[in-house]
């Protein structure tokens, strides 16, 4: 999918050519590209590397296998300019450059645990194909103590007559350089950090990472490897905190007749909490948060600390989704052989992600009811059709809303906030709309004649209490 976009401007003018590095990012997924993307737009030589083969054969044709706003245009330029090459081949990468990030997977296992194969793996082979000094970065989110793990491997690993040679081995590095970047603002987020964490063991690897984000002029933090790696793992499990805490306080909304929106914005005035990440809606998604919290919760308890607050925010999540299910079912009474339109379905708008999107559990509740499902994304609909077999995915909104007994917004694209109301109310079966994002005006949707449902927009009243 080729997406568009005008190219983001550097804080600070242009690049400056003098710091140009020869840097190789391992793993081209959403962080692994961005990050390949944005080092060679701020000067560097970078070289990603994927051992998906079909992914790179695409890549090097100027097809970007996700949607990410802005992307397109810079890979397209960079590739030109010759800055940005890729390649399945490691063994290149490594000898080609100075600084090497690792951004592969670090997906759940059973447990909750991060598996951590593919870092594994990568750092074995970056070793067995070292010929010089090399600082290996670690990108992708990893549990505390990792960047012992990897500098073991590679140590253990390195070509044997390195390994045999008098005076030591070869020299190297390793560093953590945790991502903070969010899906759908990535590359303007890497390009724009609130800061930058870098743990090292060394002067030599602050130093080479200092010159890498140099061109960014950001806040740097500079600390050791471990707490860097605890930096990541605490930012994005307090932020699903503050998104549990205002869905809690959203339920509490809907019993006593409260509207979470201004709750959220009058707690948000204090500086000290912020407006951001208080929406309430149908629970946090995608590929960071419920699989980072969840490690976050195994790595505490395997270091002898049962992390109780997050196992609260974990519950409180997958409770929203259960509770927009009974919301439905009790406002819609019969749920077998209803046609549901469903606006949405990403974790998240201005992405085609659909990894933990809340959206795959509420539809297959539904479906598990007996309920028929239309929906539309405007760029999850491919990916979201190997996940939900069934849904009949729609040419666009109105499509959808044709037919219906209720609509449902799971993810708030902006451009269901602009639909014809009128229009889609005409064409449904009955006028009802589930707002699991908090997306539209209330008092405007009722006005036009929906029986409109939020989430703690206090609609619920005495009524809508349960037990
Ligand atoms: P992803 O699945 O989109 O990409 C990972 C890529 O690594 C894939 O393209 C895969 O083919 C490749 N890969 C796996 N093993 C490889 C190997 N041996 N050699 C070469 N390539 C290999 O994952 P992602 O979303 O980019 O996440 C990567 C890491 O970054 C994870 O640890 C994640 O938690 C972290 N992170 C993700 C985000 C986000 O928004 N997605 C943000 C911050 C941090
Ligand atoms: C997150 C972190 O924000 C980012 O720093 C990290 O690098 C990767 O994980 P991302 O998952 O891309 O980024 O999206 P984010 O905007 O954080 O949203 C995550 C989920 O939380 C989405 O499902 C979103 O809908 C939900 N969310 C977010 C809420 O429900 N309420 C909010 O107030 C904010």
Not at 182 to 200: K, L, T, W
Not at 342 to 365: E, S, Y
Request: aromatic share 6%; with cysteine.
């Amino acid at each position: 999918m080729i997406s568009a976009g005008p190219a983001p401007l550097l804080r600070g003018g242009p690049p400056d050519e003098r710091v140009r590095m020869k840097i190789s990012i391992i793993g081209a997924g959403y962080v692994g590209l961005v990050t390949g993307v944005c080092l060679a737009h701020i000067g560097h030589e970078v070289i990603c590397v994927d051992n998906d083969a079909p992914k790179v054969q695409k890549l090097r044709k100027g097809i970007i296998p996700i949607y990410e706003p802005g992307l397109a245009p810079l890979l397209t330029r960079l590739m030109k300019q010759q800055k940005l090459v890729f390649t399945t081949s490691i063994k290149e990468a490594t000898r080609k450059s100075t600084v090497i990030f690792i951004a592969v997977g670090t997906p759940s296992k059973k447990s909750g645990e991060a598996d951590l194969t593919y870092v594994e793996n990568v750092a074995r082979e970056i070793a067995v194909n070292m010929d010089s000094y090399k600082l290996i970065v670690e990108k992708s989110t990893v549990p505390t103590a990792t960047g012992q793990r990897v500098e073991r491997t590679i140590r253990l690993n390195l070509p044997k007559k390195f390994r045999a040679r008098r005076g030591g081995e070869l020299e190297f590095d390793v560093a953590s350089n945790p991502e903070f970047l969010r899906e759908g603002s990535a590359v303007e987020d890497f390009m724009n950090p609130d800061r930058i964490v870098i743990g090292v063991e060394s002067k030599k690897a602050e130093q080479l990472l200092r010159e890498v984000y140099k061109p960014l002029k950001a806040t740097i933090v500079v600390t050791n490897i471990n707490s860097a790696e605890l930096i990541k793992h605490a930012s994005n499990s307090f932020l699903a905190t503050k998104i549990s805490f205002a869905n809690a306080v959203s339920r509490i909304c809907d019993l006593v007749g409260a509207d979470v929106l201004k709750v959220a914005e009058g707690m948000g005035y204090d500086k000290r909490i912020g407006r951001s990440f208080l929406n309430a809606g149908i629970g946090y998604g995608g590929s960071c948060f419920p699989k980072d919290v969840d490690a976050f919760i195994r790595l505490s308890e395997k270091s002898g600390y049962d992390f109780g607050l997050l196992k609260a925010v974990r519950q409180v999540n997958e409770e929203q989704k259960t509770h927009f299910v009974r919301l439905i079912e009790d406002k819609l009474w019969i749920i077998k052989n209803k046609t549901i339109g469903v606006l949405g379905l990403a974790f998240k708008p201005d992405t085609d992600d659909m990894r933990n999107a809340p959206a795959i559990d509420i539809i297959q509740a539904l479906q598990h009811e007996g309920a028929r499902i239309k929906a539309y994304d405007p760029q999850a609909m491919e990916r979201a059709a190997g996940e939900l077999p069934g849904v009949v995915m729609c040419k666009d909104p109105y499509a959808v809303a044709r037919g219906c007994d209720c609509l449902l917004i799971l993810t708030e694209w902006k451009e269901f906030k602009e639909l014809n109301y009128r229009k889609v109310r005409e064409s449904m079966r009955q006028a009802v709309i589930f707002d699991g994002r908090n997306l539209l005006a209330d008092a405007a949707m009722r006005q036009l004649g929906f029986e409109y449902f939020g989430i703690g927009r206090g609609c619920l009243g005495t009524e809508g209490r349960r037990t």
